[in-house]
């Protein structure tokens, strides 16, 4: 379903397709084993292969964003497409994640 990479204390989950009540629990559990790990300190989705996000994606982000946060590290979205962005403006959460245009844009920043 999706790749991990990781940088230096940074681990990059890039999910493909939708994002739906169907496969909602596997990617948020992936979003909390990668948060769980004492190396690592931010937690990056690149969101570019994502088609589709319901309800369900999004709880599994807010989820793991709370989670982050509990844990004090940092959780961020990028490359996130207009029609996905769309339903981040729609329910208000664009206020609530840091979104970047790109990967490289955030590795630029990050690194």
Known sequence: MQAVLKYPKIAVIR???CLNAANALEFE??????LAQDNMS??????AAVESLDS??????VSAL???????????????SPAIKI??????LDRVFEIWKSE????QRIL
């Open 87 to 92: 339903i981040f403006e729609m329910t208000q």
């Open 56 to 61: 369900a994606g999004l709880m599994a982000l």
């Open 104 to 107: 490289a844009e955030l590795a």
């Open 15 to 17: 999910p493909q397709g």
């Open 29 to 34: 559990r992936d979003l909390t084993t990668a």
């Open 66 to 80: 709370k989670l982050a946060g509990s844990l004090g590290k940092s959780f961020r979205l990028c490359s996130v």
């Open 42 to 47: 931010i937690l990056v989705v690149d969101l």
